[in-house]
Nanobody
Framework: QVQLVESGGGLVQAGGSLRLSCAAS????????WGWYRQAPGKQRELVAG???????NYADSVKGRFTISRDNAKNTVYLQMNSLKPADTAVYYC??????????WGQGTQVTVSS
């Protein structure tokens, strides 16, 4: 049983920063590629950033240059550093395997709200 627990969200002003964490258990963390996804009201869930087992990264154009994904294999944790936040970044953020998320693994996510 894989469990993914996201944390670190909150309410911030535009231009602010947040650091999200995804703690994983029940998987072989170090050989997996991981992604951060988000879903805003009325929109489909989308990939915002991915990181491979070798450390290569991928970002959605909308967050490139502002967000940074990283991982700490010793802690079984994936991070998303979000800077220069915009109201359009408001969404629930989730972690999962990348590029193929597993439907049963979606957690509760963590809410990020950016005020104008």
């Amino acid at each position: 049983q894989v469990q993914l627990v996201e944390s670190g969200g909150g309410l911030v002003q535009a231009g602010g920063s947040l650091r999200l964490s995804c703690a994983a258990s029940g998987s072989i963390f170090g050989i997996n590629a991981w992604g951060w996804y988000r879903q805003a009201p009325g929109k489909q869930r989308e990939l915002v950033a991915g990181i491979s087992s070798g450390g290569s990264t991928n970002y959605a154009d909308s967050v490139k240059g502002r967000f940074t994904i990283s991982r700490d294999n010793a802690k079984n944790t994936v991070y998303l550093q979000m800077n220069s936040l915009k109201p359009a970044d408001t969404a629930v953020y989730y972690c999962n395997y990348w590029p193929l998320p597993v439907k049963d693994y979606w957690g509760q996510g963590t809410q990020v709200t950016v005020s104008s």
